[in-house]
């Protein structure tokens, strides 16, 4: 193909993309209004977390962890996905101590009020930093709740930390995650990927602009998410600093955990939407048919977003299960252990 070509097709795709982005924007005010004026019981909800307890606590390079927690009881970890904060975590931050379980929540470095460290956004950091918030707060018997890359993160954290895990974790929420990359293994599309991720433009920027932003985060949920909830989450987006999004994406682009997740002897809970278009079912079927003894939920019609989307099912199961296993005597679960 020569360059005459190339310009003359990369002008037609400009020519498509800007005729869907202009449909998009006539549409979006229609589309906007429709879905605000549905059905809502969080409307006049803050959907920000109300805690008893925060604290900074350090990484190992030098970065910081703003963490959050609230209740007395077995602590109950919740690690958010990319661009989001600990403030998704709102509704279960007021349900969990109900239950008699501490809620501790944290922002992901460079997410919300903490700050990535010298040695940037990678999966192996998000695992070390896991293990600093258990260790710095000296939590035990926790169950670890990870929703997309925070699901992530705790997968690899019990991969490549497993001292840790013996000695303070009962038993693992894989959420609306994954445990491997489809271009982590084939070196010439993650090379085009991450320049992809690096021409990301400022997704912050199109996220403050209200009824577009509204628009682009409802796609993270599926059949008649609540307003609020797709709001919500549009401010969490209009957050994130474009380094913040384009970094922690790109760091991610590697992540293969899925043979050694095989190792991981723990209870573990995963739970999707069937209609989950970011992270879909059979990525949370892959983790567990690797995890031995571990538990799939399918949630019909929800998307990426179950804590918004499904709340009290959600809230139900965690807590069901942290207390299954926060009730046996240490060393009496499952070979709690990895690797």
């Not at 043979?259 to 723990?266: D, G, P, Q, S, V």
């Amino acid at each position: 193909m020569n360059a005459g070509d190339v310009l003359k097709r990369t002008g037609v795709a400009a020519g498509i993309a800007a005729g869907v982005v202009g449909a998009l924007y006539a549409g979006e005010r229609a589309v906007v209004a429709r879905l605000r004026h549905g059905d809502d019981p969080d409307a006049e909800a803050a959907l920000l977390p109300v805690f008893d307890d925060a604290r900074v606590i350090d990484t190992h390079d030098a970065g910081v962890l703003y963490t959050i927690a609230r209740g007395e009881g077995p602590p109950i970890v919740m690690a958010h996905g990319v661009s989001l904060s600990s403030r998704v975590w709102a509704k279960q931050f007021e349900a969990f101590p109900e239950e008699g379980f501490r809620a501790v929540a944290f922002d992901a470095r460079g997410h919300g009020e903490s700050r990535s460290g010298s040695t940037g956004h990678s999966v192996e950091n998000l695992a070390a930093d896991l293990a600093a918030v258990l260790e710095t707060l000296d939590l035990h018997d926790a169950v670890l709740v990870g929703h997309s890359m925070g699901g992530m993160a705790v997968q690899a954290f019990a991969v490549h930390h497993p001292a840790v895990l013996r000695a303070r974790v009962r038993g693992l929420v894989l959420m609306s995650t994954a445990s491997r990359m489809i271009v982590s293994d084939v070196s010439v599309l993650r090379g085009a990927a991450e320049r992809v991720v690096g021409w990301v433009p400022d997704t912050g920027a199109v996220m403050r602009r209200r009824n577009l932003g509204f628009l682009l985060a409802r796609i993270g949920f599926g059949d008649d998410p609540a307003a609020s909830h797709v709001e919500a989450t549009r401010q969490m987006l209009a957050a994130c600093s474009r380094e913040t999004i384009r970094e922690a994406s790109r760091g991610l682009l590697s992540l293969d955990l899925s043979e050694e997740i095989r190792a991981i002897r723990l209870p573990t809970l995963v739970l999707v939407g069937t209609a989950d278009a970011l992270t879909p079912p059979r990525d949370s079927h892959q983790i567990a048919e690797a995890i031995p003894g571990s538990e799939l939920v399918e949630f019909p019609g929800a998307g990426h977003m179950l804590m918004y989307e499904r709340t009290a099912e959600v809230d139900r199961l965690i807590v069901d299960f942290a207390r299954s296993c926060t009730s046996r005597p240490a060393g009496k679960t499952p070979a709690a252990s990895a690797g």
